[in-house]
Every structure is written in structure tokens, then in C-alpha cells.
């Protein structure tokens, strides 16, 4: 079954994702799906959450759909530890047609897997940093509009249900 992209209000995009425990022939054909996704969109960073897959896995390429050269796949990644404060304005391939500000973390450090199941840790900041929250945010159930006012989120919300019905028409 091809994957595709689920968008929010889709339960499994609420839930919390489970390790991966081996790297094995499914994982990496599913690192490999959500780069070419992630790429097909011009997303720069995708949670197999998103893909409809509820496991601990991200891909990253900040050199954009066009470039495609610093394609990076963590898997079980974990920060462990945080610094500072960015506000950048933040959207979603699972949240339609919305962009938000949202702050974060200025400066972070992860710990994760590599394909070959080797231990990385990197620490990074800026745009890099605000990904990773992101993306990590998936693997907990975690959409960036859980993180902007309710006043917001309500408006969203109200406008998203006229789409779903209007659809439904
Ligand atoms: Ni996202």
C-alpha cells in the first residue's frame, strides 16, 4: 500500500510513537518513503507518524526539496538537553493551511540512531534546532498548534471543520 501524508485531525498524528527496536529491511524502506514524501511536499523534516506509521523515526534534509544533500534519518531520537528561546514562524505537512510563530528551544542536543544503529549525538541551533523539536514533537503526539494560544487554535479549529464539511459536500 503506497503511504501518504495524514493530515491533523488523524488519531494516529495525536499518538505517542513507539522505539523502533530493530533496523531491519521495513525500517529503512520506510526512511526511504518518507524522504521521497517529504521531498515530493517541500517539507524539510517528516515523523513516520505522518506517514501513518506510529514509530520513532525522522527524517531531515534542511537543504530543501531542491537541493536534497544533507539528507539526515534519526531514529529514537531523544533531546537531552536545551537552551534558550526562538520564535520562528512554523507550518506543518499535516496541518493545512497554516503558519503559526511558535518558541522554542534556541540551542539543542540529541541523541539518536543512525541507520547502521549507530549512536549520533549532535547539537545544533537555529533553524536545525527548531526541526528537530518539531519532528520530535510528532513522536510524542505532538502537533506545533498544540503550542500557539487557545484563542488561535479555536479560529484554526472553526476553519478547519468548514473545510472537512465543505469536502463532505
Ligand atoms: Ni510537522
Known sequence: MARKILTYPNRILMQKARPVDTIN????DLS???ARLMYENRGIGLAAPQVGESLRLVTVDLSGPDNREELVTYVNPEIIW????????EGCLSVKGYQSKVTRAEKIMIRALDLEGRQVEQEGQGLW???LQHEIDHLNGVLFIDHISRLKRAIYDKKLSKWLAREKE
Do not use: K, N, P
Open 82 to 89: 536545551s537552551e534558550g528561546e526562538i520564535s520562528t514562524e
Open 25 to 28: 529491511s521495513f525500517i529503512h
Open 32 to 34: 526511504r518513503d518518507m
Open 129 to 131: 534546532s527548531v526541526c
